[in-house]
């Protein structure tokens, strides 16, 4: 399909583990953004990718919190000895370019449940 | 205090009714304006985008800003049950990371 594509949709994994989540964006796409949504609450930013760099990783809510996008295309964000609370919805979004009339195209996101 | 506030809802309204969504937030910073839709176990989808005070209008649906008092509406004309969903507001200072609001869970009845 042509738009934002995560996998797996659903994860469960368990305290302790390492997980891994993958985010193909729309091709061509310059920028891609990955946000954390807990149930009942609108998402929020975790990173910020322009091509391959990593150009803003503020909202990475711990150093267990890892990404890359080696060559500026497929994503991954990786959570290391993964807790109960990031169970949540990782959401992946991608956009042409920087400029701020080039809408954030979202993905429906990746399930994670820690037990 | 969070940087944007939206009241959660959830808002029941009959099919047909004029709907009206909003936002506040508190940073003059903030400069871009959206509204997104997100069903039920799906991403969130843009609906409206502006940058300027005013009205823009696309559809049954109209984006209002103020930013003299800091506050953003989404009004939804002849609701439809097809609109049944989350609204979720969103602003940023610039092209980079979205600020969200909570998301108001809006229900159409037939």
């Known amino acids: 399909g042509a738009g934002v594509s995560q996998s797996p949709r659903y994860k469960v994994a368990k305290r302790g583990q390492d997980v891994a989540l993958r985010c193909d964006p729309i091709?061509?796409?310059?920028?891609l953004f990955w946000y954390q949504q807990a149930l009942g609450q609108g998402p929020e930013f975790l990173t910020y990718?322009?091509?391959?760099?990593?150009?803003?990783k503020s909202g990475l809510p711990s150093d267990r919190f890892f990404a890359e996008r080696p060559e500026g295309s497929v994503s991954t964000l990786k959570i290391q000895r993964t807790q109960q609370e990031d169970s949540a919805v990782y959401l992946c979004a991608s956009s042409l370019d920087r400029a701020w009339d080039q809408p954030q195209h979202f993905g429906d996101g990746t399930r994670l449940s820690i037990l | 205090q969070k940087e944007v506030e939206q009241d959660p809802g959830p808002l029941s309204v009959p099919e047909g009714a004029i709907v009206s969504l909003n936002c506040t937030y508190s940073n003059s910073a903030f400069q871009y304006f959206m509204w997104y839709r997100q069903y039920s176990r799906k991403g969130p989808e843009l609906l409206m985008y502006?940058?300027?005070?005013g009205n823009k209008e696309d559809g049954r649906f109209t984006a209002q800003v103020d930013k003299s008092s800091k506050y953003i509406s989404l009004f939804i004309r002849d609701s439809q049950p097809s609109d049944s969903a989350t609204y979720l507001c969103?602003?940023?200072?610039?092209?980079?990371?979205?600020?969200f609001g909570q998301g108001t869970r809006l229900t159409i009845n037939p």
């Open positions: 969103a602003t940023t200072r610039g092209a980079q990371k979205l600020v």
């Open positions: 502006t940058y300027s005070s």
């Open positions: 990718f322009q091509n391959e760099a990593q150009l803003d």
């Open positions: 091709s061509g796409h310059v920028s």
